[in-house]
Structures are given as C-alpha cells and as structure tokens.
Nanobody
Framework: QVQLVESGGGLVQAGGSLRLSCAAS????????MGWFRQAPGKEREFVAA????????RYADSVKGRFTISRDNAKNTVYLQMNSLKPEDTAVYYC??????????WGQGTQVTVSS
C-alpha cells in the first residue's frame, strides 16, 4: 500500500510559477514510474507528466511541454512538478500517482492550482 500526499498548490497570476510536491509513504517508490495528472472542472482527468524510476526518462503532455518539469528525489520518496509560465487553462486539481505494471494504481488526494488572468 502506498499513501501519496500532494502539496504546493495555490492561487497564482498568469505567468507565475508553482512547485508541487508529492510525498509517498508506506512503500518505497524508487522502483516505480511516477506521474502527475490534472482534472479541471467539468473535464476528464488528463495526463500531465511522468518520470521513470531513475529519473533518466521523462514525458510530458504537449500542453505543458517547455513550461513544466517533473523531477524526483528517491532518497526523500518525493516527486516534484515545477510549473512555470502558468496559464489560466492550467487551473485544475493536480494529482500524483504511482505506476505499477501498466496501470497507475495509487493516487493522492490532489492539490488545487488556480491561475488567474
């Protein structure tokens, strides 16, 4: 079992930055791919970014490429999402998740990010 707790969300003006953190407990996540997802009001949850267990491989949604950076610190069992040049359309609840096998099986409770224009 894995418990994930996201933090770092908040209200920011367009063009600003936020850094989200996802702290894991209950199981060491260093062997697993980690991902960030988001869900805006009235929309389905969508993929944002993922990082391999070693951190050597990352993948991003086209909508955030060049603005967001995913990273991890396995010693701290934590994954981060640095978000720069934020846009109002980035407003959503952001979730982190652990991929085990082919599925993201464990999810955090989410952190709200609101970008004002």
């Amino acid at each position: 079992q894995v418990q994930l707790v996201e933090s770092g969300g908040g209200l920011v003006q367009a063009g600003g930055s936020l850094r989200l953190s996802c702290a894991a407990s209950g199981r060491i996540i260093s062997s697993y791919t980690m991902g960030w997802f988001r869900q805006a009001p009235g929309k389905e949850r969508e993929f944002v970014a993922a990082i391999s267990w070693s951190g050597s491989s990352t993948r991003y949604a086209d909508s955030v490429k060049g603005r967001f950076t995913i990273s991890r610190d396995n010693a701290k069992n934590t994954v981060y999402l640095q978000m720069n040049s934020l846009k109002p359309e980035d407003t959503a609840v952001y979730y982190c998740a652990v991929r085990i096998g082919n599925d993201y099986k464990y999810w955090g409770q989410g952190t709200q990010v609101t970008v004002s224009s």
